[in-house]
């Protein structure tokens, strides 16, 4: 089993719709975790982050952890062209010590 | 300027030779990181830096060593490059201050043919 495991995708939404990214951790003991956007040929970038178990909202993005279940979503709402990218989710081990990535899901906005 | 630079931004190389991959800040931050990024696989941990003295291997060190030369400077090599090494390399940093942010760097883009 891999340590981070996201939606395969591509994940495609109209222009307005919700988009729905999900992400499951293996590690138990898991503290802290991350959604990075990463437009193509770019590098990625923090967008959201979270530590606690329930919803964390920021503008259009709202992340949802529950730690029970090893789960985190990431919510997209009023989803815009420019939200196109493939967004990684990213959790911190045990040991804080390293960030161990997902393989990403890949998000289009059809206008 | 940017926080993060890296250099070469490409490189094509033939299987064999000795690379260098080279990695500045000047973000003051102490902890620098080396990814590769392929396909379907996401970022994977090459090797990682607390500080200069602090050298610790990821989860696919093989094939790789690294130089921290001074806080700001952090280098991969590839001492005998093969064709499984073409990917997109990413270098990070991150504080201990704040170890939840890491930043990147804009890649390298390498090819071994």
């Known amino acids: 089993q891999k340590e981070v495991e996201q939606n395969s995708g591509p994940l495609s939404v109209p222009e307005g719709a919700i988009a729905s990214l999900n992400c499951t951790y293996s590690d138990r003991g898991s503290q802290s975790f991350f959604w990075y956007r990463q437009y193509s040929g770019k590098s990625p970038e923090l967008i959201m982050s979270?530590?606690?178990?329930g919803d964390k909202e920021d503008g259009r993005f709202t992340a949802q952890l529950n730690k029970a279940s090893q789960y985190v979503s990431l919510l997209i709402r009023d989803s815009q062209p420019s939200d196109s990218a493939t967004y990684l989710c990213?959790?911190?081990?045990?040991?804080?010590?390293?960030?161990?990535f997902g393989p990403g899901t890949s998000l289009s906005v059809i206008p | 300027d940017a926080d993060v630079t890296q250099t070469p931004r490409n490189r094509i190389t033939k299987t064999g030779k000795r690379i260098m991959l080279e990695c500045s800040q000047t973000k003051g931050h102490d902890r620098m990181y080396w990814y590769r990024q392929d396909p379907g696989l996401g970022l994977r941990l090459i090797y990682y830096?607390?500080?200069?003295?602090?050298?610790n291997k990821g989860e696919i060190s093989d094939g790789y060593s690294v130089s921290r030369q001074a806080q700001a400077k952090f280098s991969l090599s590839l001492e005998s490059a093969i064709p499984n090494q073409t990917a997109l390399y990413f270098c990070a940093t991150g504080s201990r201050a704040n170890t939840d942010t890491q930043y990147f760097g804009p890649g390298t883009r390498l090819t071994v043919l």
């Open positions: 830096s607390f500080d200069v003295k602090d050298i």
């Open positions: 990213a959790v911190t081990g045990t040991s804080y010590d390293k960030v161990i």
């Open positions: 979270i530590y606690s178990n």
